[in-house]
């Protein structure tokens, strides 16, 4: 029984009225319910959901007698304080200890991104494919397991779909281009690109949803482009980080954060599951306008998806050009959902504004961390002074857009 069901029922059995009669009329009512029991005096600060039925009230001859404390109720005091919600610093660990994970995960995705996408340099797409069909497997497990629950109810999976169909359609060409373009990109221009998200959201939902921002998220977005420009572009032609990088890969990856920032404004009304699903199916369907920007002719799908299946599995003929797969992959895929489960845990003990930060720290980092040599790439990159200089005005960026500024009081 709920509990929603029992307290009415208690409170029925409360208000039920008794007859003092020797002969029992009620059949749920005998005399042993009635008779007070012998029992020790409850805490004050317990409370019950019903009161006892026909309590004798105490005779005031024996009140002295009555409040004394036996050592069984400094017994039941001593289990009450016991279960006090946790302290601070409790609670001050749990954040700092849930913020150092998410970092790592942040930082280790951000890695694995560029390691996967190594052995599949030439099939970008079939991995975008792969790793959305996996996410497709996944929320549909969990869709299935809370309609069972009855978290999931039937006018939920009713809600109109074509929101979702929109949001299909720009994951997958988020999700395909930004592969398509980190194939060909330097390690520590990913994140460094991949922060134009802030400035593609703010832009969408101004003029979508009519948002208004403060000054100070107006002047943070300012700064993130501002050190995305000066890290890419500045210093002599040999020491910019994208020398030698044709600009169609950059001008990609921005325009796939584009894609993620329109589908993210449109999240906030619809479901993710069924975005997903629909992410998928068009991942598929855009393939051959995808494919068309790698010089792959229609025609040749089928064998660029074989060729690219047996790349993942590290068989076939040219497997030789694909080491590393298919354990990269599948990392990536792993540390993923296990960074966004992180992601939604940290917000859960601290705030939205804590998570950001926690997020934030990885960029940094994970641009250190890629232009080291690494298994699979044994190169490295050299970070230029411009290249650092710009990354310090984005973090400066990214954390005066995201700390809250003290509002007046009325």
Not at 26 to 37: E, G, H, I, K, Y
Not at 231 to 253: C, Q, Y
Not at 292 to 299: D, H, L, V, W
Not at 339 to 359: D, E, M, R, Y
Request: glycine share 6%.
């Amino acid at each position: 029984m709920s509990l929603s069901t029992s307290l009415p029922m208690l409170q029925l059995l409360d208000d039920f009225p008794l007859k003092r009669s020797s002969k029992w009329s009620n059949p749920f009512l005998s005399p042993t319910l009635l008779m007070p029991f012998p029992r020790e005096p409850r805490p004050s600060n317990v409370h019950l959901i019903s009161n006892p039925p026909l309590v004798p009230k105490p005779n005031p001859r024996n009140l002295r007698t009555q409040t004394k404390i036996s050592p069984r109720r400094r017994d039941i005091r001593a289990h009450i304080s016991s279960t006090n919600p946790p302290t601070a610093s409790s609670t001050t660990k749990h954040i700092v200890f849930g913020s150092v994970l998410t970092v790592a995960f942040a930082t280790t995705n951000r890695v694995l991104y560029k390691l996967a996408l190594v052995p599949m340099k030439n099939y970008p797409f079939f991995l975008a494919q792969f790793t959305t069909f996996g996410y497709v497997v996944i929320y549909f497990s969990i869709l299935g397991m809370r309609y069972h629950a009855g978290i999931v109810t039937d006018e939920m999976l009713a809600q109109p779909k074509s929101r979702f169909v929109v949001i299909g359609v720009l994951e997958a060409l988020g999700l395909a281009t930004g592969m398509s373009a980190g194939a060909m990109l330097p390690g520590p221009a990913i994140p460094l690109l991949n922060q134009t998200f802030l400035v593609w959201q703010l832009i969408f939902s101004t003029f979508l949803l009519g948002r208004k921002y403060s000054f100070s998220q107006i002047a943070g977005c300012l700064l993130v482009a501002t050190g995305v420009t000066v890290a890419v572009t500045s210093g002599s032609n040999s020491s910019k980080m994208l020398s030698g990088v044709e600009f169609v890969w950059p001008a990609l990856m921005i325009a796939s954060n584009a894609f993620q920032a329109g589908a993210s404004i449109i999240k906030e009304y619809v479901f993710i599951d069924a975005g997903a699903r629909l992410e998928a199916l068009f991942v598929l369907l855009f393939l051959p306008l995808l494919s068309s920007m790698k010089g792959i002719p229609f025609a040749q799908l089928p064998s660029y998806l074989k060729s690219g299946a047996g790349c993942f599995l590290n068989i076939g003929t040219n497997s030789s050009d694909c080491n590393g797969a298919p354990l990269l992959p599948f990392l990536y895929v792993i540390i993923n959902l296990i960074f966004n489960i992180s992601l939604l845990h940290l917000v859960k003990v601290s705030s939205a504004v804590v998570t950001s930060l926690a997020v934030m720290l990885s960029v940094p980092i994970s641009i250190y961390v890629l232009s080291l040599p690494l298994p699979y790439l044994p190169d490295g990159t050299t970070l230029s002074p411009f290249f650092l200089f710009g990354n310090m005005v984005l973090v400066l960026g990214l954390i005066l857009y995201t700390i809250p500024q003290p509002t007046k009081q009325s």
